[in-house]
């Protein structure tokens, strides 16, 4: 299993996702005037909490689930080729509570469109998430303990420098 390191050092815009074996790409985390500051973390749209996640299937959501079960093919979108990350945590799904407050939602993609984080890990050029992509699909997954959800690895969030105790 493939384990990273999403290494931040609240430089604006300056973060490596470190893969052993694969490559380190850059990487960024949050929207402005939070991006990469792991002090906001507890912040809606801020960088992606410190901590260990789950490199997961993105879920299609409640509408697309639905119309696969009725054997309709739904219309792909970019999103499509995304990863979910699902923190180590007590419950192992799509939300976590970072210092009391309720975080969810978060991804590993390319950045598209505008160019934004909304708390995600987001590779600043496409082709080197299309290549990290190939490199997570191109292996076995595994469960996760306890659980049927298929993972691909593991990403370590951590700071490189001191975290500033006020956002």
């Not at 850059?26 to 901590?51: S, V």
């Not at 082709?127 to 959800?149: G, V, Y």
């Amino acid at each position: 299993m493939l384990i990273c390191r999403f290494e931040i050092n609240n430089s604006k815009k300056s973060a490596k996702l470190i893969c052993p074996g694969i490559g380190t790409f850059d990487a960024f985390t949050g929207m402005d005037p939070y991006t990469n500051r792991l002090e906001c973390a507890h912040i809606t749209y801020a960088p992606i909490p410190p901590g260990s996640y789950w490199i997961v299937d993105r879920p299609l959501g409640h509408y697309k689930e639905t119309l696969k079960y009725f054997g309709i093919n739904p219309k792909p979108t970019l999103k499509d080729d995304w990863f979910a990350l699902f923190r180590v945590d007590n419950k192992i799904d799509d939300f976590t509570t970072y210092n009391s407050n309720e975080r969810s939602l978060f991804r590993l993609h390319p950045k598209v469109g505008s160019g934004v984080s909304l708390g995600c890990i987001t590779l600043t050029y496409k082709s080197q998430f299309d290549f990290l992509r190939a490199k997570l699909l191109n292996q076995e997954p595994m469960n996760i303990p306890s659980t049927s959800i298929r993972t691909y690895g593991i990403i370590l969030v951590r700071a490189l420098d001191s975290i500033n105790s006020v956002c």
